[in-house]
């Protein structure tokens, strides 16, 4: 698998625990990732978002999102409060190989 900077990124992130800004969808997302890989050999990640915007709105608790890494733009990723829920249900769903999850 090509891995892109993008796809880099998120990865390192994972393994430090860092939280991801990125825009998606035309809103700016505030993010913890928690596992890439893939899912019909197109490069996903699950992030539990807790900031930012969404166009289906965000509960102030936050929520997880299944995201494409090709469809993410201007990704920072920055010190912060490592952010997760309890209710992670979309590993079978976002990503049929996992290259790499969080270690909790």
Not at 54 to 60: I, M, Q
Request: charged share 25%; with cysteine.
């Amino acid at each position: 698998m090509l891995v892109s900077d993008s796809y880099q990124l998120i990865r390192d992130a994972i393994a430090e625990k860092k939280q991801v800004v990125a825009t998606y969808g035309g809103h700016e997302r505030e993010m913890c990732p928690h596992a890439i890989g893939t899912k019909n050999g197109r490069s996903q990640a699950i992030f539990f978002q807790f900031g930012g915007g969404s166009s289906k709105g965000l509960p102030p608790e936050g929520e997880w999102r299944c995201l494409a890494i090709d469809d993410l733009s201007d990704i920072s990723v920055q010190d912060g409060e490592w952010r997760t829920a309890s209710n992670h249900s979309q590993p079978n769903t976002c990503i049929d190989e996992i290259d790499f999850e969080v270690d909790y």
